[in-house]
């Protein structure tokens, strides 16, 4: 997504073994890691390890990463568990990310829902971070319906879930800086939808918040209380998780989506022998996948 997306850093190009961490801790902090998130980390990530929790350790006053662990269990209601989840996380995210989805959005999907004329259509936006990618869908949906009026019902939900309450607060906040903002909005589509409220600071104009929602959701746990939905976007995320969660994330994905929906993936993802669900439908150089058999 755009995406400030739930991910692991796994581009730092380092290949360090920080002796402060044991292999003992690595290892259990690693286990850990997997079971929270799903996120798999490598043989070699001890220097990530380190630099990431190196705040936490410092604020608690701990010398080791197992120390944080063994913290972390005896407290298990201190929000330190949450906390060590949000230092391993990246949020690297802009808006539009990608572009081909959007457009792909606007000018295959809605159509096709089009044909259907639905009184609802509810969308997805898994591991949505701070909030570009759940925005991102609410504009290009307002498109839509400027150049197409009536064709669309009015009544569109986009729900976008994550599972950092930190990074949900930025979400449901809507306020951005210029630096966010110029990382793949136009001038002319922050002119049209966004608000100066001062201090270099712009938000999603009401309309378009209007239709977004925030929840908290751990793709690993249950998602059925979300509903049904037309549209998933579960975008750059599948990749840092084992073939095994891959498995079952798609298929309760495709559970979660009502008959003939679409799933939007990342640009370098692919259902490959994860999932026969779907069938791949190509339209002007994007991809998206179909659910089959509705």
Known sequence: MMYLERSLDFDTGKRVTDNSISSRDYDSFRTFLEEACGIVL???????VSSRLSRLMREFELKSV???????????????????????????TFWFRDNHPYELLKNYVY??????????????????????????????TQEYMMTRPGSLSNNVQIVGTDISPTMLDLSRAATYDSLALSRGLSPERKSRFFKDVGNGAWQVNDDIRARVRF?????????????????IFCRNVLIYFSAELKIDILRRLSQSLNPGGFLFLGSTETLASYSD???TVR???GTVYRLKGK
Not at 111 to 138: D, H, M, T, V
Request: hydrophobic share 35%; net charge neutral; with cysteine.
């Open 111 to 140: 159509p096709e829902l089009a044909k259907k004329r639905p009184a609802q259509i509810k969308i997805w936006s898994a591991a949505c971070s701070s909030g570009q990618e759940p925005y991102s869908i609410s504009i290009i």
């Open 277 to 279: 669900a779907f069938e």
């Open 283 to 285: 339209h002007g150089g």
């Open 215 to 231: 929840a908290e959701i751990n793709l690993m746990n249950s998602y059925a209380s979300l509903g049904k939905f037309d549209i």
């Open 42 to 48: 490598g043989d070699n990530k001890h220097y990530l």
């Open 66 to 92: 197992g120390d944080l662990i063994e913290r972390m269990k005896r407290e298990p209601r201190s929000g330190l568990r949450e906390r060590i989840v949000d230092a391993m996380t990246t949020n690297e």
